[in-house]
């Protein structure tokens, strides 16, 4: 047995001292670690796609370092921790080089121990809570500042919002993200009884009362507007409450936060027309770039009625600024790349170029759209130019003082600028 | 006229507003068409001729018609003409516009309408017309309104004495308008003392009525999510409370139902306001004779072994499921709202009844009595009694109880499918429809007592109105919780329910 097992071992060792040389030359290795099955597939097949469509385009244009790329696709199954089982999966036996992929914050936190263990790459494309930076994973979403606060920098700006309603879906980001809220708005002079705070659980379809208390907190003489971080399809019945009660989009606009185009698609928009969403993205942006992408995708798909949202920007400039990086490093290994990465540019699909910071997140554009009867949207407010994804919200007493900065001599994901530490977590 | 359409058409959204102030000052109440087809956003510009055109939906198809002269346009194609969009402040404006066109409308509840429409924006010019109108008005309620509108403007004018402002308040007082209470909360602030003192009295004496109104609008709420309860255990009722079936596929009988209706829509587009009355038989056939079809191939085999039966009913639902997903794609389908289901009751400013919810609530009763008399009346009835009481006995008198099981099974079925066609109108019609009412169906029908409609009825109400009136205080999660806990100890102390069954029977 014993003798046995170090035959193969030596066996085996020898065949990856020939084998990994020869293989690598082949191929370069993007693992795709998106649900294909479960709740979640309805978000996350779309953006296997668009990895794929990427994928596919750089190979057109000879690959990368002079070999092709291949796609891994992988299912974890909208099931949390299969997510990490995955994950070591892609990096062990698959030996991607890179992964694209996730889209909750539970399976995002749940591949991210594999993910720091084996010192594998991941690309982010969902907007998210924040509260988090690690060395192996790049974020192309928003972070709150680049998503809630300019939505309701907006509200109390433009609208002239004075009460806020903080709606969401009972889970860590809508939490998350209100906390955040919560603390700005505190910040900026409103009295907590301006604010209310409402969860509810995934799927929840009897609004009648809470709708009902957000008509009456909201006739109280002072401008209210609802933030909602609601998820999911969830959604349908709120905004058909919202419509039944008689509540329009000008007495008590909704900004939603996980309303996009792809949701929108397979919707009755009528009661949600007028009501906001704020993204980094709309489809409805004419720009050359968001034209050719989106002739792209339809070509791809050979769809031309499939729509274009904010996550799948996401991952195409995560996947363009990978390839400038592996180009500019010359190689796959991740130090290299993660380093190359820094700096990355990469043109916005809206205008404008995103940059990759020291913390891992992009510099982009914030943009609130009204929600209009063909399931686009009309952007009708955009910040002037690019906003700096914050990693650490400077609203939450637990975060002011940290920050992420990946080169040296700090390469740290939580520096305390107050103690000059790094907390030494890794993420 | 016709060079401001020219503007209005080619305009950016931004500069949409300056051209309509000028449209309403060039114009009299023929442009309210013009307004009210740009606020429901169906206003097109014909590029070409450099006019506008009204786009509408008949039976499917796109008609143009001319704004003004209502004529039909039959030579226009799509690509023709240009959505002239309008976002929130526009219809904002547009609203309020209509509203000052409308004050010196002929229909009274029109003139009433564009009164309190205009309580909210109360400008120096607006505030000039009401006072020419007045004195001439009349029309009771728009009057009544009017004077309010008048009352709120003495109200805030600082500059007048405090009496007469005081005079005003308390005129303001009897009103429920949410505008008013806003005037009110402000003026809780001013500099008189009178005026403030007079303010927190008015403000006091309206919650009191609010409340008043608040409650009834909960208990509404607890009735309408007790309805709901009903129509999706009451399916239940029979097949776990008379037959004693664990069905655990009972929830996806519910789902086949709102498909059916998705699929009835799909088959007559043109005639959605129909379709109800279309899908409600079809459901019941539908689920029924899926019912049916579940009793004679898994459960009747499975006689007297319940285990067994809520495994394979499990199965089957699982089954039923991925059947749906295969076929129908595993995204949501868009049921649509006939028109008239849409929109509220408004009894007064605080106080309104959601249509839809008071169909399905009525529905639901309907329902039940119905139900209730094929029960006790028919002779399908009396033999579904005879085999739930004493199976053996009543095969002795010639009742056949594997038709009597198969025909109670698809009953049962068929009841669920017709809930499924009203809660299409309420939730999501997804794969997933049933999985979130088999929970809720089993606990009503348990807290009820089981084998007893009656039970069934009070349990949903009872849970329906707990849940409602703990929401605003707990939340819904917590609300959620605590209810199943209480049946939970309910259930330990009389474990047969509210109303058990009585008699040898129930053995």
Request: aromatic share 8%.
């Amino acid at each position: 047995m014993k003798i046995k097992t170090l035959t193969s071992a030596i066996v085996l060792s020898g065949a990856t001292l020939i084998a990994l040389p020869s293989l690598a030359a082949d191929t370069i290795k993007v693992g795709v670690l998106h649900s294909l099955s479960g709740t979640m597939a309805i978000s996350e097949t779309t953006l296997k796609d668009t990895v794929l469509m990427m994928v596919d385009e750089q190979n057109k244009k000879g690959g990368l370092l002079g070999k092709k790329v291949e796609a891994v696709v992988v299912d974890p199954a909208s099931n949390w921790p299969l997510f990490a089982e995955k994950g070591r999966e892609l990096l062990t036996k698959d030996k991607v080089d890179v992964i694209f992929g996730s889209w909750t914050s539970v399976s995002r936190k749940s591949v991210l121990p594999v993910l720091e263990e084996l010192n594998g790459l991941m690309f982010y494309p969902v907007q998210y809570e924040g509260e988090e930076s690690s060395k192996n994973v790049f974020y192309t979403g928003a972070a709150p500042n680049q998503q809630a606060i300019p939505a309701v920098d907006y509200l109390m700006n433009d609208l002239g919002v004075e009460r806020f309603v903080l709606a969401g879906t009972d889970y860590v980001y809508p939490r998350t993200t209100n906390k955040i809220l919560e603390a700005y708005l505190k910040a900026k002079g409103v009295a907590a009884k301006d604010i209310m705070i409402n969860y509810t659980p995934f799927g929840h379809s009897d609004w009648q009362s809470i709708v009902s208390d957000i008509n009456k907190f909201g006739s109280e003489g002072m401008k209210t507007a609802v933030v909602s971080t609601i998820n999911g399809d969830a959604n349908v019945p709120f905004y058909k409450e919202l419509g039944n009660q008689g509540i329009s989009s000008e007495d008590i606009p909704v900004v939603a936060f996980s309303v996009g185009e792809e949701e929108l698609s397979g919707l009755d928009t009528k009661p949600l027309v007028g009501h906001l969403a704020a993204w980094n993205y709309f489809q409805s942006v004419e720009t050359p770039e968001n034209e050719a992408f989106i002739k792209a995708w339809h070509a791809y798909t050979k769809n031309s009625d499939r729509v274009t949202n904010d996550p799948m920007e996401a991952t195409y400039i995560g996947f363009k600024m990978w390839a400038n990086a592996v180009t500019k490093a010359g190689t796959t290994d991740v130090d290299a790349v993660e380093q190359a990465m820094i700096g990355q540019t990469t043109p916005n699909l809206t205008g404008g170029v995103a940059v990759m910071n020291k913390n891992h997140h992009l510099s982009k554009p914030v943009l609130i759209g009204e929600i209009q009867d063909n399931g686009q949207f009309e952007v009708v407010w955009e910040t002037d130019g690019v906003v700096a994804g914050d990693a650490w919200s400077d609203f939450l007493p637990g975060s002011k003082d940290l920050i992420s900065d990946w080169t040296a001599p700090i390469k740290c994901g939580n520096y305390n600028t107050k103690t000059k530490s790094c907390s030494g977590q890794n993420y | 006229m016709d060079p401001l359409l020219v503007e209005l058409g080619e305009a950016k959204m931004k500069d949409v507003e300056p051209i309509l102030v000028r449209i309403e000052a060039a114009s009299d109440d023929s442009v309210l068409p013009l307004f009210r087809t740009l606020l429901e956003g169906n206003l097109y510009y014909i590029e070409a001729e450099g006019q506008v055109v009204g786009q509408s939906d008949v039976n499917g198809e796109t008609v143009y018609k001319d704004v003004f002269t209502q004529q039909t346009r039959t030579d226009l194609q799509k690509g023709d003409v240009d959505k002239i969009r309008v976002n929130n402040k526009l219809r904002g404006y547009l609203r309020n516009a209509m509203a000052r066109i409308q004050l010196t409308a002929k229909s009274p509840s029109v003139r009433e309408n564009a009164v309190r429409e205009l309580l909210s924006k109360l400008d120096d010019d607006t505030v000039e017309v009401l006072e020419g109108l007045y004195p001439n008005e009349t029309n009771k309620k728009v009057k009544e309104a009017m004077g309010l509108a008048l009352a709120m403007n003495t109200a805030s004018q600082t500059g007048l004495a405090p009496s007469n402002r005081i005079a005003a308040i308390e005129k303001m007082s009897t009103s429920l308008e949410s505008d008013v209470r806003n005037l009110l909360t402000r003026l809780t602030r001013d500099d008189s003392a009178a005026v403030v003192s007079a303010a927190n009295a008015a403000l006091e004496k309206i919650a009191q009525r609010v409340n008043r109104f608040a409650f009834v609008d909960q208990l509404f709420f607890g009735l309408s999510l007790g309805s709901v309860l009903l129509l999706a255990s009451i399916g239940l009722a029979i097949t776990f409370g008379v037959m004693g079936v664990i069905n655990m596929a009972h929830g996806e009988m519910i789902m086949l139902g709102a498909y059916t209706t998705y699929v009835v829509q799909l088959i007559m587009p043109n005639y959605i306001d129909y379709s109800i009355w279309v899908a409600i038989p079809a459901a019941f056939l539908v689920s029924g004779l899926m019912g049916v079809l579940i009793e004679r191939l898994v459960i009747c085999r499975l006689h007297g072994r319940p285990l067994e039966t809520l495994l394979a009913t499990f199965g089957i639902s699982l089954i039923l499921q991925q059947l749906v997903r295969t076929i129908f794609s595993p995204l949501n389908r868009q049921v649509s709202t006939p028109s008239w289901m849409s929109g509220s009751w408004e009894i007064n400013p605080v106080l309104s009844l959601t249509l839809n919810r008071l169909y399905i609530l009525a529905f639901a009763l309907l329902v039940f009595i119905v139900l209730v008399i094929v029960l006790k009346k028919t002779s399908l009835g009396l033999n579904v009694r005879a085999v739930s009481q004493n199976r053996n006995m009543a095969k002795a008198m010639g009742v056949k109880t594997n038709w009597v099981d198969a025909m109670t099974f698809g009953l049962g079925s068929g009841i669920a499918g017709i809930a499924g066609v009203a809660l299409s109108q309420l939730t999501n019609v997804g794969p997933n429809l049933g999985q979130s009412y088999i929970i809720d169906s089993f606990m009503v029908v348990v807290f009820g007592g089981v084998g007893n409609l009656l039970g069934t009825l009070v349990a949903a109400f009872t849970l329906g109105i707990a849940t409602k009136f703990l929401e605003p205080t707990t939340g819904a999660v917590l609300a959620a919780i605590l209810v199943l806990v209480f049946i939970i100890l309910f259930i330990q102390k009389r474990p047969k329910g509210l109303f058990p069954q009585k008699g040898r029977a129930a053995e």
